[in-house]
Structure formats: structure tokens, C-alpha cells
């Protein structure tokens, strides 16, 4: 039910970008989702990846400061309102949400995110108590 995020500390510099995606380019590395978040001088990236494991160890090969974090994947409708009956949820039952992204599907109909939150585990039964589903990592690195 947790999902492997890959984060990267990145430079906030000309190029810095490019090369962490060069290193995940050559180890073969497919991207499924993303978000940076900055600073004047540095910021982090972080990554939904096809294999987080592989990636993990790709990046520190080539001296980057990289770790692994466990993340909550979330299907939804594809409908106005769908986020924020999630996110209510969580806020009604004293769950903070400490960074959120989406990401596409090729399926009709749904709207992934992923959340980072205080506590996976009592976010989760949560809003399994409430009926909200979640994506499987195997589908979301295969996707």
C-alpha cells in the first residue's frame, strides 16, 4: 500500500536538473511522477519511479544525495471535489498533510496522488474507514 518515493537534494543551478535525469536515463530508470520544490540555492526533487530500489542506488553511485521515502498513493474520481473530500478526511480526523502531487493516468475516470503525512499508518486506516481507495505500488511503478 506504501509507495517508494525517491527524493534528490538539488542544487539550484544551470544543468543540475539534466543530470540527475541522465543518471536515471542511463539505468533505465521511468519516471511516473514528480515534483520539485525550491529554495533560492537548493530544493528537492521527488520521484515516483519505475524501480525506486534501482534508482536509489543509481544516484548515490554518482555521489548524489538521494533517500527513500514512503509515500500513500490514493485513487480518486477524475471530478471536482475529489481532492478535497480527501484531504477533509484527513483534516476532520487531525492528519496533517505535509506535501501533496498529482500525477496522469492513462485510465479514464481516475485522478492519482500521492501524500506525504505525519503518520502512513493512521492516515491509512483512516481513510480506508472512509471508503477511499489506494494504489498498489507494483501498479503505480508499472504504469
Same mark, same amino acid.
Given at each position: 500500500?506504501?509507495?517508494?518515493?525517491?527524493? @534528490?537534494?538539488?542544487?539550484?543551478? /544551470? +544543468?543540475? &536538473?539534466? $543530470?540527475?535525469?541522465?543518471? #536515471?536515463?542511463?539505468? =533505465? *530508470?521511468?519516471?511516473?511522477?514528480?515534483?520539485?520544490?525550491?529554495?533560492?540555492?537548493?530544493?528537492?526533487?521527488?520521484?515516483?519511479?519505475?524501480?525506486?530500489?534501482?534508482?536509489?542506488?543509481?544516484?548515490?553511485?554518482?555521489?548524489?544525495?538521494?533517500?527513500?521515502?514512503?509515500?500513500?498513493? @490514493?485513487?480518486?474520481?477524475?471530478? /471536482? +471535489?475529489? &481532492?478535497? $473530500?480527501?484531504?477533509?478526511? #484527513?483534516?476532520?480526523? =487531525? *492528519?496533517?498533510?505535509?506535501?501533496?502531487?498529482?500525477?496522469?493516468?492513462?485510465?479514464?475516470?481516475?485522478?492519482?496522488?500521492?501524500?506525504?503525512?505525519?503518520?502512513?499508518?493512521?492516515?491509512?486506516?483512516?481513510?480506508?474507514?472512509?471508503?477511499?481507495?489506494?494504489?498498489?505500488?507494483?501498479? @503505480?511503478?508499472?504504469?
Amino acid at each position: 500500500m506504501l509507495i517508494k518515493q525517491v527524493s @534528490v537534494f538539488i542544487e539550484n543551478k /544551470p +544543468g543540475r &536538473l539534466s $543530470e540527475i535525469t541522465d543518471v #536515471l536515463a542511463k539505468a =533505465g *530508470i521511468d519516471i511516473r511522477a514528480f515534483s520539485i520544490a525550491d529554495t533560492t540555492d537548493f530544493g528537492i526533487l521527488r520521484l515516483i519511479v519505475n524501480d525506486p530500489e534501482k534508482a536509489l542506488n543509481s544516484l548515490k553511485e554518482n555521489m548524489m544525495t538521494v533517500s527513500v521515502t514512503k509515500v500513500i498513493g @490514493v485513487r480518486m474520481k477524475d471530478a /471536482p +471535489g475529489a &481532492l478535497n $473530500e480527501v484531504l477533509h478526511i #484527513l483534516f476532520d480526523k =487531525g *492528519i496533517s498533510v505535509e506535501y501533496a502531487y498529482a500525477f496522469i493516468t492513462r485510465k479514464k475516470d481516475n485522478a492519482y496522488v500521492i501524500l506525504r503525512v505525519e503518520n502512513n499508518e493512521e492516515a491509512i486506516a483512516i481513510l480506508k474507514d472512509a471508503g477511499v481507495t489506494f494504489l498498489d505500488p507494483a501498479e @503505480v511503478y508499472s504504469i
